[in-house]
């Protein structure tokens, strides 16, 4: 089966300049979870409801004047529709991602699929492992401090090793290998 068959076609897509206030009515008045943001059928970001409350309520942003660009998610995944639905499962599994726009072979959105699409009800009961890479900074008493430089999340893994080992990869695959050796070390969180 092939993602086309199963996505959500015509997915909403705002502007980048609409507001917060305005996004989180559409999704409000459209029982939406998340919002692709882009223009001419391209996508720049995604804003989830999680977004408005991280990125926005809580740093004291105001959402009337707050524009979604400023607080969405610019890292956007995404697949194309003559995928198969198990090879983007497993997508969604390696990287924690509950929605993926779908993508035209020409790169123009023509949907969005979910985890609940392609049949993700074992992944959601067995939530991803949490690797957290972290770089030890000493402050200005000598107190050494473990500061996170990304967290990747992993998901249909036999434990943790597995765990460190697929995030690993797929740290250096997205954020360069330079940036992995800057790391001192990761934390693994299960989650369960």
């Known amino acids: 089966m092939k993602v086309h068959e199963i996505m959500s076609r015509w997915p909403a897509l705002i502007d980048p300049s609409t507001t917060v206030a305005q996004a989180a009515r559409t999704m409000r008045n459209s029982d939406l979870g998340c919002l692709l943001i882009g223009t001419d059928e391209r996508v720049f970001g995604i804003l989830t409801d999680r977004d408005i409350v991280v990125r926005a309520l809580a740093n004291g942003t105001n959402p009337a004047q ?6 969405m998610s610019s890292e956007v995944l995404s697949c194309f529709e003559d995928q198969p639905v198990e090879t983007v499962a497993k997508i969604m599994a390696e990287h924690g991602v509950r929605r ?88 693994v969180d299960s989650g369960r």
Not at 66 to 71: A, I, N, Q
Not at 110 to 133: H, I, R, W
Not at 153 to 159: K, S, T
């Open 100 to 187: 993926l726009p779908v993508l035209d072979r020409r790169g123009r959105l023509t949907g969005l699929v979910s985890l609940s699409d392609v049949g993700g009800g074992e992944l959601k009961k067995n939530k991803p492992y949490a690797v957290t890479f972290y770089k030890h900074l000493t402050d200005g008493r000598g107190t050494l401090h473990e500061v996170p430089i990304r967290t990747v999340y992993v998901a249909a893994v036999d434990g943790e090793d597995e765990a460190v080992t697929v995030g690993t990869a797929v740290f250096e695959r997205h954020w360069g290998r330079a940036r992995w050796k800057a790391a001192d070390g990761c934390r």
């Open 66 to 71: 707050e524009r979604v660009c400023d607080v």
